[in-house]
């Protein structure tokens, strides 16, 4: 091949050739004609590019470009520094140069390095040639050869015959053009194709497109021609074996840029790297050939169709319309990817923080490619600096007792308040410690930024159940038993238990066993109060009579979670009203205990609601199962119940396939909680109903706001989050989940009850004076507890209301589960002969104006009957 050389001088002025030159590979940086007279810093931005070191350079100096990013230096062998030089830098980087003066090639070398660039000032014999050809390959089977005749205009026929013999032949940008051959110049993609072979009968080399992170766009032919023509217009310019050259993009607007032209190792097929425009490389307007991209470069494609045209109200919208709140996400992620242990927490963490970056990068107009062109530039660099952390986030500062010297000098736009904000922060990373803001000095995007919750990865989480999902829906009861190995680490011989459960199944101690039964009973109570069984009858119109009526929903699913607590709450929180709508088949799911077993307390509650069937497993095969059935697990038709992200996750897609023919009661979150508290309040109460729910998960959120309180008070209360929460055994949990929470100080009732409303908590509690006064204020909300003694926890167990609620803002539009959870109605209608003679031209006009004649005729032909004899 050939290894285009330009003069330091000729490329400072004429970057454009520089970068032309360098679609076909390196380029090697000659000294000019004084010597190295220019710094060749500049250009190694530009272009990957070797730098020839001149006879009196020193190791300090080939260092420099080395770090500065040149691919390789050319050192002269006999240098007294070349032995230095490759103790402190790989062989790879280093091409020894040699000035041929009648000597043997193999005697002026005296170290291994990548390769070597052999230099004769004249003409030599074609004995000569062979003579050092056959010497070179001899001697260094091992390096690459380059051979430079600076004097000698080469030929197509010379380069190649010099890589017959495995020899790259160095060529003058003087002696190369992009715009076709002359009597002084070859054409650069001639001579770059000189060296490629190919076996196919038209000539043609076979062409893999990819973009610049390398991923295969598509399959294509070039030809001696379109090679030059690519170069020519810096284009993707392909020959069609039909149509002949084949400018992409002329038509459909889908222009390429051609980056770089390279070859595999056999030289008979082309890799055109490019930057690809518009739709994408494809016919069918996909970005590859080869079906939907994915990783990272699909979703910085993603990221710039939204950048140009996101829907409004979208998230990534808002992340692009306010830095403040993409700036705050991005320490958020950063600071979680630390904290994360398991190798899937790292994995989901890095994830998040990979797509706020990312998100950044777009909003500025950073690609992917700036980014790996970054990271190319420091694996060149030789020189490393210490990297230990900067003062103000070196943790092992206060690890260790230091005692903090001088605040970190702000940043340009930085306040200082800021810093120590976020100095703060890492100081106190375990403390149970709430965020506190004053909503006068909030701005509205920052409000509506606090109304969010913690962002649920749908289009992730949904990539990794479809495939849970479909794996039980095709071998059903066997995809269960190794689920439930791999997710829950528990073999077992059945997933499922069938009624009547076994005695010894349900053992619970009497103080257990009466709690249950007083819950029982006031859940049955309440939930039977709603059904109302009276059927609705109502004549519309003489001999017109509309009637509605329920029936139950014949099969349901419930879902009870598990993992980290026993929730024999929820057991009777789905069942109760099940079972007073009267559904005819109740299947419970919940995941196995480590010993295989289902807790007693939810076996109690499942034969006391009249379960037919326990499913022993958890997470999105339980849904799934349920959902489509199997041998052991009888298909239901509404599957209802709270749980993590993924269970919902495969709710959703289990409604949405028609083929499964099963609702949800909603979609759902992690469990929340919001306070509304003024002066009468108790600091302790509010404490104790916050951490309530702080402690269901790390992913929970609690809010308070604060309505005119006084410093001492909200401090009050704060020392009794972090006091009451430091005792709980689920300490760690709250840990988590206490800093993604907040305080809101508000300066009056109608300011938090806006806000209240704006934020719809699946939990609303009333730390007021007079608090029943304000219910009436209360829009959104999943369930309300009213002043300082009714605290969530007997919502949650046995006050009688149910605690399966709509979370993450869906109180706006959603119900908690009820009793008319599990129902239908059905409406009929009664006409007498009198009736339809009344309706039927209502109708039958009605039927005319919408075109469809089927309809009015079927009540046409009982008017024509029914008016007989009338005219």
Same mark, same amino acid.
């Given at each position: 091949?050939? &290894?285009?050389?330009?003069?330091?001088?000729?490329?400072?002025?004429?970057?454009?050739?520089?970068?032309? $030159?360098? #679609?076909? +590979?390196?380029?090697?940086?000659?000294?000019?004609?004084?010597?190295?007279?220019?710094?060749?810093?500049?250009?190694?931005?530009?272009?990957?590019?070797?730098?020839?070191l001149p006879s009196d350079s020193t190791v300090d100096t080939a260092l420099d470009y080395l770090h500065a990013g040149a691919a390789k230096v050319v050192v002269p062998a006999a240098a007294d520094y070349v032995t230095s030089l490759l103790?402190?830098?790989?062989?790879?980087? !280093?091409?020894? =140069?040699?000035?041929?003066?009648?000597?043997?090639?193999?005697?002026?070398?005296?170290?291994? /390095?990548?390769?070597?660039?052999?230099?004769?000032?004249?003409?030599?014999? %074609?004995?000569?040639?062979?003579?050092?050809?056959? @010497?070179?390959?001899?001697?260094?089977?091992?390096?690459?050869?380059?051979?430079?005749?600076?004097?000698?205009?080469?030929?197509?026929?010379?380069?190649?015959?010099?890589?017959?013999?495995? !020899?790259?032949?160095?060529?003058s940008s003087t002696h190369l053009s992009t715009s076709g051959s002359s009597s002084n110049t070859l054409d650069l993609g001639e001579a770059f194709a000189a060296s490629l072979t190919?076996?196919?009968?038209?000539? $043609?080399?076979?062409?893999?497109? #990819?973009? @610049?992170?390398?991923?295969?766009?598509?399959?294509?032919?070039?030809? #001696?021609?379109?090679?030059?023509?690519?170069?020519?217009?810096?284009?993707?310019?392909?020959?069609?074996?039909?149509?002949?050259?084949?400018?992409?993009?002329?038509?459909?607007?889908?222009?390429?840029?051609? #980056?770089?032209?390279?070859?595999?190792?056999?030289?008979?097929?082309?890799?055109?790297?490019?930057?690809?425009?518009?739709?994408?490389?494809?016919?069918?307007?996909?970005?590859?050939?080869?079906g939907a991209d994915s990783g990272i470069t699909a979703l910085e494609a993603l990221l710039r169709s939204r950048k140009a045209a996101a829907p409004q109200g979208s998230y990534t919208r808002r992340l692009f319309e306010d830095p403040v709140l993409l700036h705050s996400k991005i320490m958020e992620e950063a600071d979680e990817l630390v904290e994360a242990t398991s190798k899937a927490?790292?994995?989901?963490?890095?994830?998040?923080? !990979?797509?706020?970056?990312?998100?950044?990068?777009? /909003?500025?107009?950073?690609?992917?490619?700036?980014?790996?062109?970054?990271?190319?530039?420091?694996?060149?660099?030789?020189k490393r600096r210490a990297g230990n952390a900067k003062a103000k986030w070196d943790l092992s500062l206060k690890q260790n007792g230091a005692t903090k010297q001088e605040p970190a000098?702000?940043?340009?736009?930085?306040?200082?308040?800021?810093?120590?904000?976020?100095?703060?922060?890492?100081?106190?990373?375990?403390?149970?410690?709430?965020?506190?803001?004053?909503?006068?000095?909030?701005?509205?995007? @920052?409000? @509506?930024?606090?109304?969010?919750?913690?962002?649920?990865?749908?289009?992730?989480?949904?990539?990794?159940?479809?495939?849970?999902?479909?794996?039980?829906?095709?071998?059903?009861?066997?995809?269960?038993?190794? &689920?439930?190995?791999?997710?829950?680490?528990?073999?077992?011989?059945? =997933?499922?238990? *069938?009624?009547?459960?076994?005695?010894?199944?349900?053992?619970?101690? *009497?103080?257990?066993?009466?709690?249950?039964?007083?819950?029982?009973?006031? !859940?049955?109570?309440?939930? %039977?109060?709603?059904?109302?069984?009276s059927v609705l009858r109502v004549e519309t119109m003489p001999g017109v009579v509309c009637t509605r009526f329920f029936r139950a929903i014949e099969k349901v699913g419930l879902y009870v979670p598990g993992g980290t607590a026993v929730l024999p709450s929820s057991t009777l929180m789905l069942g109760v009203p099940a079972l007073v709508a009267g559904c005819k088949e109740i299947v419970i799911a919940t995941p196995p205990r480590i010993d295989g077993t289902v807790p007693p307390e939810v076996v109690y509650v499942a034969n006391k609601v009249g379960a037919s069937t326990i499913l022993i497993a958890g997470g999105a095969q339980a849904v799934a199962a349920m959902a489509y059935g199997?041998?052991?697990?009888?298909?239901?038709?509404?599957?209802?119940?709270? +749980?993590?992200?993924?269970?919902?996750?495969?709710?959703?897609?289990?409604?949405?396939?028609?083929?499964?023919?099963?609702?949800?009661?909603?979609?759902?979150?992690?469990?929340?909680?919001?306070?509304?508290?003024?002066?009468?309040?108790?600091? /302790?109460?509010v404490a104790s109903d916050l951490l309530s729910q702080a402690e269901h998960g790390p992913d929970s959120q609690v809010v308070l706001l604060a309505v005119d309180l006084k410093p001492e008070l909200l401090a009050a209360i704060e020392d009794e989050v972090k006091t009451q929460g430091e005792a709980l055994p689920r300490s760690d949990i709250v840990r988590e989940s206490i800093p993604k929470s907040y305080i809101m100080k508000m300066d009056t009732m109608q300011q938090a009850m806006d806000f209240s409303n704006n934020y719809a908590p699946e939990h609303l509690i009333l730390h007021l004076d007079d608090a029943e006064k304000w219910v009436e204020k209360v829009q959104n909300a999943g369930s309300v507890f009213v002043g300082p003694w009714s605290p969530e926890s007997c919502g949650d167990y046995a006050s009688g209301t149910n605690h399966t609620l709509p979370t993450y803002g869906y109180a706006r539009m959603y119900s908690g589960v009820n009793t008319l959870t599990f129902v239908k109605h059905i409406t009929s209608?009664? &006409?007498?002969?009198?009736?339809?003679?009344?309706?039927?031209?209502?109708?039958?006009?009605?039927?005319?104006?919408?075109? $469809?004649?089927?309809?009015?005729?079927?009540?046409?032909?009982?008017? *024509?009957?029914?008016?007989?004899?009338?005219?």
């Open positions: 091949m050939i &290894l285009p050389a330009i003069s330091l001088d000729v490329a400072a002025k004429d970057t454009s050739l520089l970068t032309s $030159l360098a #679609v076909v +590979g390196d380029v090697l940086l000659t000294p000019g004609p004084q010597g190295q007279t220019q710094d060749p810093s500049a250009l190694l931005e530009a272009a990957s590019c070797w730098v020839q103790q402190q830098v790989s062989s790879d980087r !280093i091409i020894l =140069s040699v000035e041929l003066d009648g000597a043997s090639p193999a005697t002026a070398i005296t170290a291994e /390095a990548f390769g070597y660039l052999f230099t004769v000032s004249t003409a030599a014999e %074609d004995q000569n040639y062979v003579k050092t050809i056959r @010497e070179l390959t001899a001697s260094f089977t091992s390096s690459r050869i380059y051979w430079s005749t600076p004097s000698v205009p080469p030929t197509i026929a010379a380069i190649a015959a010099w890589d017959k013999h495995d !020899i790259n032949l160095v060529v190919s076996d196919r009968p038209d000539g $043609l080399f076979a062409t893999i497109v #990819v973009d @610049e992170q390398r991923v295969a766009l598509g399959l294509c032919y070039s030809s #001696v021609k379109s090679i030059s023509e690519a170069i020519r217009t810096r284009t993707g310019v392909y020959q069609s074996r039909a149509r002949g050259l084949w400018y992409k993009g002329a038509s459909s607007g889908a222009t390429q840029k051609l #980056v770089k032209i390279t070859y595999d190792c056999d030289k008979d097929t082309l890799q055109f790297v490019v930057t690809q425009e518009g739709p994408g490389f494809c016919h069918l307007n996909t970005r590859t050939c080869f927490d790292i994995a989901w963490e890095t994830a998040d923080l !990979i797509y706020f970056a990312l998100t950044k990068c777009v /909003a500025n107009g950073v690609s992917l490619a700036d980014i790996e062109k970054q990271l190319d530039k420091r694996a060149k660099a030789v000098a702000t940043a340009p736009g930085q306040n200082a308040t800021a810093v120590a904000k976020t100095e703060t922060k890492v100081e106190r990373r375990k403390e149970i410690v709430m965020k506190t803001y004053s909503y006068a000095d909030t701005s509205d995007s @920052e409000k @509506e930024a606090l109304l969010l919750r913690p962002i649920i990865k749908t289009e992730e989480i949904l990539a990794r159940v479809k495939p849970i999902v479909d794996e039980v829906r095709s071998r059903g009861d066997a995809a269960l038993l190794d &689920l439930t190995a791999k997710f829950d680490g528990v073999k077992l011989q059945s =997933s499922v238990i *069938k009624a009547p459960f076994p005695a010894g199944s349900m053992t619970l101690s *009497k103080k257990v066993q009466d709690a249950i039964d007083q819950a029982y009973d006031n !859940i049955y109570k309440f939930h %039977d109060a709603q059904l109302d069984k199997t041998d052991t697990v009888p298909k239901v038709d509404k599957i209802c119940g709270p +749980g993590n992200q993924y269970v919902t996750a495969a709710k959703m897609v289990a409604q949405s396939d028609s083929s499964a023919m099963v609702s949800i009661d909603m979609p759902a979150g992690p469990s929340e909680l919001l306070v509304i508290a003024d002066a009468t309040c108790n600091p /302790a109460y209608q009664t &006409l007498t002969k009198e009736g339809l003679d009344r309706l039927g031209d209502t109708v039958t006009t009605l039927a005319e104006v919408e075109g $469809l004649e089927a309809h009015r005729n079927a009540v046409a032909i009982r008017l *024509k009957d029914i008016r007989k004899g009338r005219e």
